[in-house]
């Protein structure tokens, strides 16, 4: 008799993940462990963020993770992922966190953009620029539910892509080049970070597409009025306690936060 291989249970992954990051504490690497690759850990992170919904969030965009080698290289994994945006993650611009929320909190400086519509998964990238309404400067606020920050493909996709706070910066029309814009990342007015824009797959537009092509995958969107987080343009840094930080990009402007200490 041959034995049946006993099914992960999807949900129940989903609720430890969720009672990690409601609890702030970190759990091991439970995702990869349990059996699930990675395609399947998109339907875990789906039930992770239904888990929010049910609370009373709403989706409000969805955000690329591990666009740049350095995020790559700081995380030991090698392939794009994404995740999606509640509004219970938006923090106002200049506004301020308590870290007691938190585990263990980064930051990164990103590119955002605001959709003005839907874009079509198998549209050319060139058409779907018509689909940006507008591009900011933003932070995205990190915070993997895993022990140490460390974690496997599957266990990250699963926790949405570490997504727990972004930060976006006042709107702006779309430049004409968006590909090699410097960018700064400052604490407490001290620049900690240096990079460009390119550091986004190229172009944070490339980002986007990627988006559209591998959310759409999942029969995911985005519509009208939707953030797209494009990804890191250098290493995040932590969080710490009474700090400032301030993402500066090129043409777009800055970002900022503060954490209560
Ligand atoms: O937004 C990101 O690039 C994060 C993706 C997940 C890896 C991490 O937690 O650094
Ligand atoms: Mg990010």
Known sequence: MTAVAQQPDLAALAAQLDEAAVTATAIPQIVAAAGVDA???YAVQDALVARRLA???????????LTSRAKMAQVGVDEVIWGRLTDGMRIDDGGAVDLGGYIHPRVEPEVAFLMARSPEPGEPVGDFLSAV???????????????????????????NTSAAGFV????????????????????????VQTGSTAAILGDPRRALDSGVR???QH???LHEGW???????????????GVHVRAVVEKLGTASLSAAS
Do not use: C, H
């Not at 976006?168 to 620049?191: D, F, H, K, T, Y």
């Open 133 to 159: 309404r507008a591009v900011a400067p933003a932070l995205e606020l990190i915070d993997s539910r895993y022990a140490n920050f460390t974690f496997s493909l599957p266990d990250v996709i699963a926790d």
């Open 214 to 216: 591998l959310a759409g």
């Open 55 to 65: 609370r009373g969030e709403r989706l409000v965009g969805l955000k690329m993770g």
């Open 227 to 241: 953030v797209f987080l494009a990804g890191a343009a250098t290493a995040a840094v932590p969080l710490a306690p």
């Open 219 to 221: 029969g995911v969107r």
């Open 168 to 191: 976006i910066g006042p709107w702006q029309p779309v430049p004409a080049g968006l590909s090699n814009l410097g960018v700064l990342l400052e604490v407490n007015g001290r620049v």
């Open 39 to 41: 395609v399947t850990a």
